[in-house]
Nanobody
Framework: QVQLVEFGGGLVQAGGSLRLSCAAS????????MAWFRQGPGKEREIVAG????????YYTDSVKGRFTISRDNAKNTVYLQMNSLKPEDTAVYYC?????????????????WGQGTQVTVSS
């Protein structure tokens, strides 16, 4: 059983920054692909960024490239999402997710475990 707990959401003005953290427990963290998803009001859940197990290869959806950075600290069993130059359209509930394999997948159904979500609100 894997438990994921997110920290760091909040309210920020457009152009500002936030850093999300996700602490994982219960399994071999370093070999698991991790991802951040988000779900805005009335929208489907979409992947924002992913990071591969072991090699730390990353993936970003086009709308956040150059603004968001995903990273992981395997010693702390923690994955981070640094969000810069935030825009109102980034407003959503952000979820941390883990999957059994080490490869990044972009669909939410490919992930086995989820955190409770943290709200990010960007005001204009």
């Amino acid at each position: 059983q894997v438990q994921l707990v997110e920290f760091g959401g909040g309210l920020v003005q457009a152009g500002g920054s936030l850093r999300l953290s996700c602490a994982a427990s219960g399994r071999t963290f370093s070999s698991s692909a991790m991802a951040w998803f988000r779900q805005g009001p009335g929208k489907e859940r979409e992947i924002v960024a992913g990071i591969r197990g072991s090699t730390s290869t990353t993936y970003y959806t086009d709308s956040v490239k150059g603004r968001f950075t995903i990273s992981r600290d395997n010693a702390k069993n923690t994955v981070y999402l640094q969000m810069n130059s935030l825009k109102p359209e980034d407003t959503a509930v952000y979820y941390c997710a883990s999957r059994s394999g080490y490869l990044i997948r972009t669909g939410p159904n490919d992930y086995d475990y989820w955190g409770q979500g943290t709200q990010v609100t960007v005001s204009s």
